[in-house]
């Protein structure tokens, strides 16, 4: 007979220790995909004056590439095994890699031509994105071994959602203030050469930090997971194990709509830091005040979100977010293309601004949020299709869409940009309002489509409460879930082990 864990609070999975640890990985990850979303496309298209189709082209190639390595190191981190288990031997090694590609991607010659500049940023970019993988997925797909409660997970995730925006949030308003300060030839500091080099080091820092306190304080819960039944995998086991997984039809629905729902969420985040210069001309030092607006809105969206959970199913929550980031993330917009112009003299417009982005950003971390937990409830579902728990391959996907934000969401930033003929080493000050009004021409209509195409594959999605209800104890009818939370759900039921998945128990 398996035995049960321990209920102690040290070897509960289930504890705010262990939601704490979990969700503190996630504060590397926030000030990597913040500096990639908000500031990287600006970095090489104003500051080092390389053209923004190749700066968006280059991040959306790495994202190609990444799309390939997800999956894999998914896969790789589900079969596993170790005396630090399945997940941690990768989280470990993934931490200096993630901070000195980080370091590097921010630190390139401004004598190099546009083409060196090209290939460098694609090199770094690609070698940032394999690293954090390295860490984020098998990190993510502990989860599904901590809880399988349908609203804990989604606790579990927005406490993670929460320690990323937050942190991302501090340090962006840190380097706003102190970082990218203005000087005689640069009266926004964004656009200052200077503040990055130190930036670079410091985010690099954080992000190699967190990643470790994490990797130390979910280490003792190693003994609780879930270990591999030892098997030989070839090539072509390989592949059709990762084909079963990515066909099961609403795992492939989330996918598709986390991806179109990522993308209008880093074609904002790419859009954002330039709507902001040049179109609500603001400074640096106001900018820094807009990383405060996303701790409000973490804090707002995580306040939301799991009572929302109990009373609604997941996907018409996400369903509704689509529809809210259309109206809240184009209204403005749009008055301005009928002629509407901002008195930036006006005492009303900077708190006016500051709390729709609240709302914008609100909106966007639930969404994350909820789509986080919905692909939890696809592992018991597709633990029953294919007869495998396969947590770190569906938590790849998730990575892909957190990916999709600073990544394809750029690349579509960079081709609007490019194709609204937006001059490079603009003045914020003197940009003649017609540039903006055709930024937006282009801006709008690829926000908008993107949304709808989101929602139209949550609408898609079936995994409703009962039924993930019903997954849960069809599989309990099979093998022993190994995890706190479910046992209790059970009520002890006295079950045979899983065939694919045993128990160790500490001290054995």
């Known amino acids: 007979m398996v035995e049960a864990v321990a209920a102690t609070p040290e070897h509960q999975l289930g504890s705010t220790r262990a939601k704490f640890f979990l969700a503190v990985g996630s504060i590397g990850w926030g000030v990597k995909d913040s500096g990639i979303t908000g500031l ?3 970095f090489y298209n104003q500051v080092l004056g390389a ?102 997970r989604t ?31 640069h009266k926004f500091g964004q656009l200052n050469p200077a503040g990055y080099p130190k930036y670079s080091i410091i985010a690099a820092v954080i992000m190699i930090g967190s990643i470790l306190v994490s990797c130390l304080g979910l280490h003792r819960y190693i003994p609780h997971f879930i270990v591999p039944e030892p098997k030989h995998q070839t090539i072509g086991t390989f592949f059709r194990e990762l084909w079963d997984t990515l066909t ?33 001309k603001l400074k640096s030092q106001q900018l820094a005040a807009f990383a405060f607006v996303l701790v409000g809105a973490a804090i707002l969206a995580s306040a939301v979100v799991v009572p929302i959970t109990k009373r609604f199913e997941k996907k018409h929550a996400a369903m509704a977010c689509s529809v809210l980031g259309i109206v809240f993330g184009t209204g ?52 029953l299709q294919t007869g495998r728990r396969n947590e770190g391959t569906f938590f790849a996907a998730l990575s892909l869409m957190g990916k999709s934000i600073s990544g394809v969401g ?47 594959f949550f609408w898609s999605y079936h995994i409703t409460r009962a039924q993930h209800v019903e997954n849960v104890k069809r599989l309990a009818e099979e093998y022993t879930l190994t995890k706190v939370g479910v046992a209790a759900d059970l009520v002890g039921a006295q079950l045979p082990p899983a065939p694919a998945a045993v128990k160790v128990v500490p001290g054995e």
């Not at 954090?132 to 409660?149: G, H, N, R, Y």
């Not at 406490?159 to 000087?183: C, E, H, I, K, T």
């Not at 996918?255 to 040049?278: D, E, H, P, Q, R």
């Open 248 to 280: 099961i039809k609403p795992f492939l629905m989330l996918l598709i709509s986390g991806m179109f729902s990522g993308m209008a969420a880093g074609l904002n985040g790419g859009m954002g830091t330039y709507v902001l210069t040049f179109f609500w």
């Open 410 to 456: 750029i690349f579509f930033s960079g081709l609007v940009i490019s194709l609204a003929h937006f001059p490079v080493h603009a003045d914020p000050a003197t940009i003649d309002p017609a540039i903006m009004r055709h930024l937006f021409y282009v801006y709008l209509p690829v926000l908008t489509v993107l949304h709808l195409i989101a929602f139209y």
């Open 155 to 185: 606790e579990f995730l927005s406490w993670r959602y929460l320690f990323g925006v937050v942190g991302a949030a501090l340090f962006s308003s840190y380097a706003f203030f102190f970082l990218f300060v203005p000087d005689a030839t």
């Open 51 to 152: 053209p923004a189709y190749l700066v968006s082209f280059a991040i959306g190639m790495a994202l190609v590439v990444d799309a390939f390595y997800d999956p894999v190191i998914g896969i790789v981190s589900d079969n596993w095994r170790s005396k630090w288990g399945r997940r941690h031997p990768f989280m470990y090694a993934a931490a200096l890699p993630v901070g000195l590609f980080y370091w590097a991607i921010w630190n390139p010659s401004p004598a190099w031509s546009d083409m060196t500049k090209f290939v460098y940023l694609l090199v770094c970019a690609i070698s940032v994105r394999i690293a954090i993988a390295t860490f984020e997925i098998p990190s993510t797909a502990l989860l599904a071994e901590l809880t399988s409660d349908y609203t804990k």
């Open 40 to 42: 990287l496309l600006i």
């Open 332 to 383: 403005p917009y749009i008055a301005a293309l009928f002629g509407w112009t901002p008195d930036y003299s006006a005492k009303w417009l900077f708190p006016s601004l500051l709390g729709l982005f609240v709302v914008i950003s609100a909106i966007g971390v639930a969404a994350s949020v909820l789509v986080g937990s919905m692909i939890t409830d696809v592992v018991e579902y597709g633990a």
